[in-house]
Structures are given as C-alpha cells and as structure tokens.
C-alpha cells in the first residue's frame, strides 16, 4: 500500500467514524422521541406545571424565576376559604392603618382591589394582569389569615416547558405535574379533593 492509499484510508475511516456517530446520535433520539411518545400515548394523559398551595413557602421566585417577562404565576382567591375581613392580611401591610392608600397596601403592584360588601366585610379581587406573582400576599394571607390567597400557575400563560426554570429553583419543591385535565390546585377545592 502506497502513501496515497494509505492517507485515502485514514480519510475513509475518519469519514465513517463520523458518518457512524451521527447515525447512531440520530437512533438515540428518534428512540428517545418514540419512547416519550409511547408512554405519553399509554398513559393518555398530558400533563401541565401547577403550584401545591400547601408546599408553597411564598419565596418570590415565581416572579422572578419563569421564561417569560412576566411570570405565568399569578394570585388566585379561594372565595370559599375566605373570611372578607375588614383588617386583610394579603392586603394591608403588618401595622397599617385600614386605610386603601397605597402606602397601607402589601402588593408592591396594587393587584389586589379591595370592595365593600357590607359591614364589617370586605372582598378582595385581584386584577391578574397587575399581579406579578411574587407571593407577598399570600405570605400576608397566611399569617394572619386562613390562606384564601394562594399562587397558581395560569395555563393560558404558561408555555409548559419540559422543564419548568422556577420548579427547577423552587425550594419547597411545590411545582410539580399534574394531569392536564385537572391543571389547578385550588385551596378549596384540592381539600375536598383530598378528603373524597
């Protein structure tokens, strides 16, 4: 074997290697793809991101952690849950005077619209495209209240991921899938999911 045929050689092993390795990463995820495809056709279901109301610690990094410029997290109100109390703890910051000023508000957006309904009761409606879904008043709600208040992540927002960057950084480990048929987790309703 001449200089020649060997170098032509060298090239058309090189070539192979290659040619070979591309295939075999082309099978892996064609396999790869039909697996998930299989198991997601098996199972029936889709599956979207929700927020455990009751893992939540109110951290903030929904608003700050999404893909998107605004987050797909926003405040829900579990109406049933809620006690329309004149002194709110999701609305008024600790120490407050029960005034609507702003300065007296805990959302840092003035998401939250306070209506009177009648003496001594109040409800609180949260304009969604204020919210920012950073937790404040959930935080507020909870402490001082019966959690009525609670963080959800809103399907006609989201983009559902593979891998959802706020679950990734959640330190409560409160994201997680659930069926898409049954994407949210409302307070008043997951408990009486739960006790069925």
Request: hydrophobic share 35%; net charge neutral; aromatic share 8%.
């Amino acid at each position: 074997m001449d200089k020649k045929d060997k170098s032509r050689d060298r090239g058309y092993k090189r070539r192979d290697f290659i040619n070979n390795g591309v295939r075999l990463a082309l099978g892996v995820s064609v396999v790869g793809t039909a697996a998930f495809t299989l198991q997601r056709s098996a199972t029936g279901k889709d599956y979207v991101w929700q927020i455990d109301p009751f893992k939540c610690t109110q951290c903030g990094r929904c608003a700050t952690e999404c893909v998107k410029a605004e987050s797909a997290v926003k405040c829900v109100h579990a109406y049933a849950l809620c006690g329309y109390c004149d002194l709110c703890g999701g609305y008024f910051k600790p120490g407050a005077k029960l005034e609507t000023g702003a300065e007296n508000q805990l959302c840092p957006t003035a998401a939250i619209q306070r209506r009177f309904i009648e003496e001594p009761y109040f409800e609180y409606v949260i304009d969604e495209e204020l919210c920012i879904g950073c937790g404040k008043c959930v935080k507020g709600c909870s402490a001082f209240g019966n959690g009525s208040l609670h963080l959800q992540i809103r399907h006609d927002l989201c983009l559902n991921c593979n891998q959802c960057l706020i679950a990734s950084n959640c330190p409560s480990d409160a994201i997680g899938r659930v069926p898409a048929d049954e994407p949210y987790m409302i307070k008043g309703d997951f408990i009486v999911k739960e006790e069925s």
